[in-house]
C-alpha cells in the first residue's frame, strides 16, 4: 500500500468519495416545497454529507405516496445525481416498516396479533386456544392439570394507535401481510420513479421491523403485553410441521416454567419458528424485490442492543443480516455503549461477504451534543465495521411538533452547519482505511442467544428490561467477554448457531464460516447448544482446531439435558471464565496498547498491517502508552483530522517494533506498517503537559455575536371562544389542554399525520387567543419578533396590531422574523396577543424576541436589559446570554512569546482558534502575534430546549421530555452552561 500523492488509496484519504461519507435521514416533516427542498440538498453537500435519505417523519403534510410526493422524490433523486450525492428512499411513514402508514393494517388479517395469558380469568373469553387448571408461584407451575388455578390462552389483536394513523402494526409473520406492503409501496416506487431505481436512487432503507414482543410488554399498543406471545394465522400448523409435535398442549410450558424446569426445548422451538417465520415472510420477499429492482436494501431490526432484546423482538438478529446487502444497526444516545452490537453485524457480514455496513446513529442525543459527542458515538462503531453513517436526523422544518422529533437537527438549523465537514471528513477517511484489506481474526465466540430463547417465561423481561437474575448473569459475561478481548486488541467474531449449521464446514484444519476461517472455537455462557453446532465442532478438533470453554460448560444440547460435555472426556480446552485465563488460550494479539480502555483492530493491507486504536474512556487521557506491534516494516501514523501521514520512531524488541504515544479523551490513533510507506520529517507529537501552560487569561474580553441575542417566551394565558383568560401555563401544556376540551388527540411522537388527517374534513375546534408577557427595563435600538405559521395568525403588541406580510426567515422556514415597529415597544410590562381558528392541525408554540439586549431571567419572567459590553469567563447564560445559540468570538490579547493555547474547558459544539477548526479534545492550537479570535460555536439546546425538563443528564431525549410533569417539570428554564467556562491558558516560548 504505497501513500505516495500519486497514489491512488492516499489520494482518497486526503478527499474521501460520498461512500464513506454520512447520507442522514432527511426528515420530510412538512408542508415540501421543491425549492426548499433542493437548497437543502446544497446544504448538506456544504456539510460534507454523501447523500440522504428521504424519509417520511412526524408532521408531515405533503401526501405520503401521492403524485406529489414522487414528484418531489424524483427531482430531489435527480439533483442531487447531478451534484454528486446519492439519494436513498425509505420505505415506510414514520416507522417501524411494513403498515405504508397505515393502508396495509386497514385489513385486519394483516395487524399484529398475539396469545395472551390470562390467569384466573372470568367469562366465557373469546378466540380461545386452550384452558388449563394449575397451581401458580410467579412463573413456576406445578399441578398441571389439576391444581386449583385456572389459566387460559387466546388471540388478541394489537389496539389501534395515532402512531400507526389509526391502525396497528402488521403481521410480519404473514406473508399475505408482506406482500400488500410492497405492492402499495415498493410497486409504486417502481411504476413511479422508472429507471431512477438503481441509478440516481441507490437504495431503500427498511427500519425497524420485528416480529412483536415475547412475554415482554414492550410491543407497542398490545394490551397485558407482558402476558403475550407472537401469533400468526399459521402458527400451530408451522409448529407441527417444522418440530413434530402440537404446540397447543404446550402452551404452558411456554409461558411458565412448568415443574420449575427452566430451559424447555418448547420455548426453544417457539422462538426459532417465529424467527424462521420472520425471514422466510418478511426480509426474504423484501430482499428479492430490492434485488430485481437493482436496489441496495439496508436499514435495520427492531432492537438490538443485548441478547434480551433481541429474544424479545426478533430472535438473533445475526441471521437478518443476510437478507439485506448493506445491513445495518440502530445506536441511540450518545453514552449507548453496546459495543457487541456492531461485532455482532460486522462478523455475520463478514461471514456473508456483505462489505457496506450501516449505523444510524445520534439519535434521542439532543440539541447540546458537540463535535466531541459526534466523533465519540461514531469512533468505537468505525473502529469496529461501520462504514455507512446515517445521522438521525436533519430536518425538512421545525414547524409545530416537527422541532421536537428527536433533536439535534443535523442540518442548517443547527449553528455549526458549515463546520461539520470537519467530523465527515474525519470519519470518511477513517472508514475508508478500515475497508481496506482483511481482519486479523482467527477467533470464533459462539453468541449465546439461543440459551436465552429457551428461558423465556413470564415476568422474564419488562419493557426490555431483564428481570430473570439468572439471565442477568449470562447477559454480564457476555459483555464482559467481549471487554476482556477487546481491550487486549484480541479480534474475533460471533457466531450464530443456525449460520453454523447453514455456512459452517472444516477446511484444512480450520472452521470455515461463509467468507470467514477461524482457528480457535470459544464457548462461554453456552446453557443449550446445537447438536448440529457439536457435530461440526468435533469435526473441527478432529481436523487440529482448537475449541475453548471458558466458565460452565453447556449443561442441554437441543434445549434437552445432556452429559456431552463431560470434562474427563471432552476433547475441548476447558478455562476458567477469567481474563488470564481466557487470553491464554485463545490466539495471540499480534498489535496491543498497554492501557485500560483502549480498543484496537489490525488489518492486513496488500502485504503490510494497518493498526487502528481508540481510547473509549471520555473522561481520562492516556499518557505514554505503549504500543507494539509485530512487524519490520516502516511504521508511519496517518492522521485522520488533518490528512496528514506522521512519523513515528520506533525501537525492536525481536519481531516486534515498540513506541510510546499518548491518547487525548477519546483519542483515536491510525498506523500503517508497508515496505513503501513514506517516512516524512513531522513527527507525531505527545500531548503538552499541563505545567507547561503557564498564563492563564481570566479577565474581561470584547467579542462578537454571528447572531442577534434571542428572547424565548414560552408561557402564555389563553382564552377560547372570548370566554375568561386562563393562567399562564408553559405553551406545549396550553395545546394539550385546548386539545383535551375538545376530545382531540394531543400532539407528539404519536399523534396522527397531518396528511392522514387532512384526508377529511380539517375539524375546526375553537378561536383562539394566546397572551405572551415580558418586561423591558431598556429599550433595544430594534426589536424582531419570531412566530411560525403567520398565516395562520393575528397578532398584536401592547394593543395595536403588527403587519405579518414582510418576515425574514429565522433560523428554519418555520420561523418568520418580523420587525416590531418602532415605538410600538415600552418600559415595563408588553404583552403580545396571537388569535387563531384553532383546528386539529393547529400549533401552539413558543414565540421569540431578537435584538442587540441581554436578557435577565425571574422565574417564567424575562427582562429585555442593556447587552454586555464585555464578556467574561465563565457561563454566558448568567450574563445576559440564557437563550443564545449561534456563535460567540472571544477577542484574546496574547502576552508576548505566547505560541500556544489550551481552552481548559468549552462548552459548545466545536471551537476555531483564528479559523481552525477545533471539533474535540485537546482544545489547543498555534498561536502568535497580540491577539487571538477564539469563536465558540454553541449548540440550539437553550433556545428549543427542552427548557423545563428537571431530570438532570437524561441518557436519551425523547419528545416527550418537552412536556415533563411533576418532579420532572421544572417552571423556571433549565439551561445548560454555554462559552468558555474556564480560563484560557497561553504557553510562550
Known amino acids: ?113 398475539a396469545i395472551l395469558l390470562e390467569i384466573d380469568p372470568e367469562g366465557e373469553g373469546s378466540n380461545v386456544i386452550a384452558e388449563y387448571q394449575c397451581d401458580l408461584d410467579g412463573a413456576v407451575c406445578t399441578n398441571l392439570g389439576s391444581g386449583k388455578q385456572k389459566i387460559r390462552f387466546s388471540v388478541i389483536e394489537q389496539g389501534k394507535c395515532g402512531f400507526y394513523n389509526g391502525y396497528t402494526y402488521i403481521d410480519t409473520m404473514n406473508r399475505g401481510a408482506t406482500e400488500a406492503f410492497l405492492q402499495c409501496t415498493h410497486e409504486k416506487y417502481a411504476q413511479k420513479c422508472g429507471d431512477r431505481l438503481g441509478k440516481s436512487i441507490k437504495g431503500i432503507f427498511t427500519d425497524e421491523p420485528h416480529r412483536g414482543a415475547l412475554l415482554d410488554g414492550f410491543s407497542m399498543y398490545m394490551e397485558n403485553g407482558e402476558m403475550t406471545a407472537p401469533y400468526t394465522q399459521k402458527l400451530f400448523e408451522e409448529f407441527e410441521a417444522r418440530f413434530g409435535y402440537d404446540l397447543k398442549p404446550k402452551l404452558p410450558e411456554l409461558f411458565l416454567q412448568v415443574d420449575g424446569k427452566r430451559i424447555s426445548p418448547v420455548k426453544w422451538h417457539f422462538v426459532e419458528l417465529l424467527q424462521q417465520l420472520f425471514l422466510e415472510n418478511y426480509a426474504m420477499p423484501c430482499q428479492k424485490w430490492c434485488e430485481a429492482h437493482n436496489l441496495v436494501l439496508t436499514g435495520h431490526v427492531l432492537h438490538e442492543d443485548n441478547l434480551t432484546v433481541q429474544t424479545a423482538m426478533s430472535g438473533s438478529v445475526m441471521r437478518y443480516y443476510e437478507h439485506m446487502t448493506a445491513p445495518g444497526i440502530d445506536i441511540l444516545g450518545e453514552e449507548n455503549l453496546c459495543y457487541w452490537v456492531v461485532k455482532q453485524l460486522s462478523s455475520a457480514t463478514r461471514q456473508t461477504g456483505q462489505t457496506q455496513l450501516l449505523s444510524e446513529l445520534y439519535g434521542c442525543t439532543g440539541w447540546q451534543m458537540p463535535f466531541a459527542g459526534h466523533k465519540a458515538v461514531g469512533d468505537w462503531q468505525t473502529l469496529l465495521g461501520i462504514n455507512f453513517r446515517c445521522q438521525h436526523l436533519s430536518w425538512y422544518t421545525m414547524r409545530g411538533e416537527a422541532k421536537r422529533d428527536y433533536p439535534a437537527s443535523i442540518l442548517h438549523q443547527s449553528p455549526w452547519y458549515k463546520d461539520y465537514g470537519h467530523v465527515e471528513d474525519y470519519f470518511a477517511r477513517f472508514g475508508l482505511i478500515m475497508t481496506q484489506g482483511e481482519p486479523v481474526c482467527d477467533l470464533l465466540v459462539i453468541n449465546p442467544v439461543e440459551s436465552l430463547w429457551a428461558q423465556v417465561h413470564l415476568g422474564w ?58 482457528k480457535t472455537v470459544l464457548i462461554s455462557g453456552v446453557e443449550t447448544i ?48 477469567t481474563k488470564p485465563s481466557v487470553l491464554a488460550a485463545v490466539p495471540t494479539a499480534l498489535a496491543t496498547v498497554d492501557a485500560p480502555d483502549v480498543f484496537g483492530q489490525l488489518r492486513k493491507v496488500n502485504g503490510g498491517l494497518v493498526f487502528a486504536a481508540l481510547n473509549v474512556d471520555r473522561s481520562e487521557r492516556r499518557k505514554s502508552v505503549t504500543v507494539r506491534i509485530q512487524t519490520e516494516l516502516p511504521i508511519v501514523e496517518w492522521d485522520c483530522v488533518s490528512g496528514e501521514v506522521l512519523s513515528v520512531i520506533t525501537k525492536r524488541e525481536g519481531d516486534w517494533q515498540v513506541f510510546e504515544t499518548d491518547f487525548p479523551v477519546g483519542g483515536q490513533k491510525l498506523w500503517v506498517a508497508n515496505a513503501e510507506s513514506q517516512q516524512v520529517d513531522r513527527p507525531a507529537l505527545g500531548l503538552l503537559e499541563d505545567e507547561k501552560f503557564t498564563i492563564s487569561l481570566n479577565h474581561s474580553f470584547d467579542y462578537m455575536l454571528s447572531e442577534p441575542n434571542v428572547c424565548v417566551l414560552d408561557f402564555a394565558a389563553y382564552q377560547m371562544d372570548g370566554g375568561e383568560w386562563q393562567n399562564e401555563a408553559e405553551v406545549l401544556k396550553v395545546d394539550q389542554q385546548i386539545r383535551d376540551a375538545h376530545g382531540i388527540m394531543r400532539r407528539g411522537g404519536q399523534m396522527l399525520q397531518p396528511w392522514f388527517v387532512a384526508q377529511n374534513p380539517v375539524k375546526e375546534l375553537c378561536d383562539l387567543a394566546l397572551r405572551y408577557t415580558f418586561e423591558v427595563e431598556t429599550l433595544p435600538e430594534w426589536i424582531d419578533l419570531v412566530i411560525e405559521e403567520p398565516e395562520n395568525f393575528t397578532v398584536e403588541l401592547n394593543g395595536k396590531p403588527i403587519g405579518l406580510s414582510d418576515s425574514k426567515r429565522w433560523i428554519d422556514i418555520a420561523f418568520h422574523r418580523i420587525r416590531i415597529p418602532e415605538g410600538r415597544l415600552q418600559l415595563g410590562s408588553n404583552e403580545i396577543i396571537l388569535k387563531t381558528r384553532y383546528t386539529e392541525n393547529s400549533n401552539v408554540e413558543a414565540v421569540y424576541l431578537l435584538g442587540e439586549f441581554g436578557v435577565k431571567l425571574n422565574g417564567i419572567q424575562r427582562t429585555i436589559v442593556p447587552i454586555a459590553t ?23 490579547p496574547l502576552p508576548k512569546a505566547a505560541n500556544r493555547i489550551r481552552l481548559p474547558e468549552v462548552s459548545g459544539a466545536c471551537v476555531k482558534v483564528n479559523g481552525q477548526v477545533i471539533g474535540w479534545d485537546p482544545f489547543e492550537a498555534d498561536v502568535s502575534g497580540t491577539s487571538v479570535d477564539v469563536e465558540v460555536i454553541l449548540t440550539r439546546r437553550n433556545t428549543f430546549g427542552p427548557l423545563h425538563d428537571a431530570v438532570e443528564k437524561r441518557p436519551r431525549n425523547w419528545p416527550q421530555n418537552w412536556i415533563t410533569e411533576g418532579e420532572e417539570f421544572e417552571e423556571n428554564p433549565v439551561l445548560h452552561p454555554s462559552g468558555l467556562l474556564a480560563a484560557p491558558m497561553i504557553q510562550c516560548i
Open 1 to 113: 500500500m504505497k501513500i505516495e500523492n500519486n497514489d491512488k488509496l492516499f489520494q482518497q484519504w486526503l478527499n474521501p468519495s460520498v461512500q464513506f461519507r454520512g447520507k442522514p435521514f432527511w426528515s420530510w416533516n412538512g408542508k415540501l416545497e421543491k425549492e426548499e427542498l433542493l437548497y437543502q440538498i446544497d446544504v448538506m453537500k456544504e456539510m460534507g454529507m454523501g447523500g440522504f435519505f428521504m424519509h417520511s417523519r412526524t408532521g408531515l403534510e405533503t401526501e405520503y405516496l401521492g403524485e406529489e410526493w414522487f414528484e418531489l422524490i424524483n427531482a430531489c433523486a435527480d439533483y442531487a445525481d447531478e451534484i454528486g450525492l446519492e439519494a436513498w428512499i425509505y420505505d415506510e411513514d414514520r416507522w417501524p416498516s411494513g403498515l405504508a402508514g397505515g393502508i396495509v393494517s386497514k385489513h385486519p388479517e394483516y395487524r399484529q396479533k
Open 461 to 518: 423481561s419488562k419493557a426490555l428490561n431483564l428481570q430473570d437474575e439468572h439471565l442477568k448473569t449470562l447477559e454480564v459475561n457476555y459483555q464482559t467477554l467481549f471487554t476482556w478481548l477487546l481491550e487486549s486488541q484480541v479480534d474475533f467474531d460471533y457466531g450464530d448457531e443456525a449460520m453454523l449449521a447453514q455456512m459452517g464446514k472444516v477446511d484444512e484444519g480450520r472452521l470455515q464460516v461463509g467468507c470467514a476461517k477461524y
Open 530 to 577: 446445537r447438536s448440529s453446532t457439536l457435530e461440526l465442532l468435533d469435526q473441527f478438533v478432529a481436523a487440529g482446531g482448537h475449541v475453548v470453554i471458558a466458565g460452565s460448560a453447556p449443561t442441554h444440547v437441543d434445549a434437552l439435558e445432556s452429559s456431552r460435555f463431560n470434562p474427563e472426556s471432552s476433547k475441548f480446552q476447558t478455562v476458567p471464565f
Open 870 to 892: 464585555k464578556l467574561e469567563v465563565g457561563d454566558l447564560c448568567e450574563q445576559g446570554f440564557p437563550f443564545y445559540s449561534g456563535a460567540v468570538t472571544y477577542q484574546l
